[in-house]
């Protein structure tokens, strides 16, 4: 079956990073798109970025230019690195598959991780 397991979560102050992992099994890596989501306390689940199996991403505007996300197919692995974090990052963040780059758009992806905690405090 498919399974996500993501790391990196942690407390970290305003302007710190982050790098978060998410590493698949159970899916054909190379050839799926990866998306990185985030629920806040109180708040629905958002879309953070997306990478196609050629790389292509998509980004919210509230982190572009601060996040990106990268993956290394030889390691199955998607990464999220997060610069200049600001307190209202604050939230866990879930690694996600079943869409394309474009589905992601409209939807989430069928198959979830676990979640990983990050704290952002001010």
């Known amino acids: 079956q498919v399974q996500l397991v993501e790391s990196g979560g942690a407390l970290v102050q305003t302007g710190g990073s982050l790098r978060l992992s998410c590493t698949a099994s159970?899916?054909?890596?190379?050839?799926?798109?990866m998306g990185w989501y985030r629920q806040a306390p109180g708040k629905q689940r958002e879309l953070v970025a997306a990478?196609?199996?050629?790389?292509?991403?998509n980004y919210a505007d509230s982190v572009k230019g601060r996040f990106t996300i990268s993956r290394d197919n030889a390691k199955n692995t998607v990464y999220l690195q997060m610069n200049s974090l600001k307190p209202e990052d604050t939230a866990v963040y879930y690694c996600?598959?079943?869409?394309?780059?474009?589905?992601?758009?409209?939807?989430?992806?069928?198959?979830w991780g676990q979640g990983t905690q990050v704290t952002v405090s001010s």
């Open positions: 996600n598959t079943g869409r394309s780059l474009a589905g992601y758009a409209r939807g989430m992806g069928d198959y």
């Open positions: 990478i196609s199996s050629n790389s292509n991403t």
């Open positions: 159970g899916i054909i890596f190379n050839i799926n798109t």
